[in-house]
């Protein structure tokens, strides 16, 4: 765990949060403080909107209602686009796809960032696009193409472009899916050395449970867009919800239910044949 110090400084604070996308709650009331130092690791089955609560926190969608404190700028109807501007430079984004330019190479795509939000000069850039490849082992691949590359890979180099910068605040959207065993580890290893060596709070989306427990300080679990549970691994292990133990036990059974529906099957069926009649 962090110190207990740092633990309470709050560089994010959300409180009474709400998204509605065509009239339906993807996120309902969160209420969330991110600790300077810390690494908190948010899970949640498909659609219960973790990619929403990140993209919010980002400000990428505006909440419709609630408060989003980043280092004490309130984000909720923030029009001030040099401020966001400024808020950006602090925090780095892995994105779920990837997001890599194909077209660039994997050195210009680690750079891209550095040269938008920077006057630096292009000797210095290049010194620090290898030392960010390096970080994550792949400074002899700073001519290939991302097409070149394999899966983890691509994800690696998504990272030392998120990390170009050296942003404070470090979220990942599912860093590790899609990759095998060796490669989860290798990028669960990063996650934990960049939190620890460059001293970034780190926020990352996950479904992979070994994932979460070999990374987190904290663990939240979103269901149908509310937080259900929060706490270190071994109090999310020891959850007595029947919701938490079903997520990560991973069981077929149990209270979450298999179709994600607001009406009644019958009722949607009977609807069409109401609809005929009628004609
Ligand atoms: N831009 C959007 N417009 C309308 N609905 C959206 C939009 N983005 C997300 N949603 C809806 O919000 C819900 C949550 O989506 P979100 O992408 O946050 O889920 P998730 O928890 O990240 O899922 P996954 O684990 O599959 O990535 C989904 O029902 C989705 O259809
Ligand atoms: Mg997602």
Do not use: W
Request: net charge neutral.
């Amino acid at each position: 765990m962090p110190e207990e110090k740092k633990k309470r400084e709050a560089v994010i604070s959300v409180r009474n949060l709400s998204k509605i996308f065509n009239g339906r709650t993807v996120l309902k009331d969160i209420n969330l403080d991110v600790y300077k130092g810390e690494r908190l690791i948010i899970i949640g089955g498909s659609g219960c909107g973790k990619s929403t609560l990140l993209r919010c926190l980002i400000n990428v969608h505006q909440a419709d209602s609630g408060s989003l404190k980043f280092f004490g700028t309130e984000l909720v109807g923030l029009k001030d686009e040099k401020k966001m501007d400024e808020i950006r430079k602090r925090f780095g984004i892995l994105f779920q796809n990837g997001a890599l330019y194909n077209s660039l190479t994997v050195g210009e795509n680690v750079a891209l960032l550095i040269r938008e939000h920077t006057n630096i000069a292009e000797s210095v850039i290049d010194i620090m696009v290898k030392v960010k490849l390096e970080l994550v082992g792949l400074r002899d691949f700073h001519n290939l193409m991302p097409s070149q590359l394999s899966g983890g890979m691509q994800k690696r180099v998504a990272l030392a472009r998120a990390i170009a910068l050296d942003p404070e605040v470090l979220f990942y959207d599912e860093p590790t899916s899609g990759l095998d065993p060796i490669m989860t580890a290798v990028i669960d290893k990063l996650i934990v050395e960049l939190n620890e060596k460059m001293n970034m709070t780190s926020v990352v989306i996950t479904h992979d449970m070994n994932s979460a427990y070999r990374t987190a300080h904290r663990i939240i679990m979103l269901y149908k867009g509310e937080v259900i549970a929060a706490g270190t691994p071994d109090e999310i292990k020891n959850s007595k919800d029947k919701f938490v133990q079903q997520f990560i036990q991973g069981l077929a059974d149990g209270p979450i239910p298999l179709r994600v529906s607001s009406k009644d099957f019958y009722e949607d069926l009977l609807e069409g044949v109401r609809k005929n009649e009628i004609r």
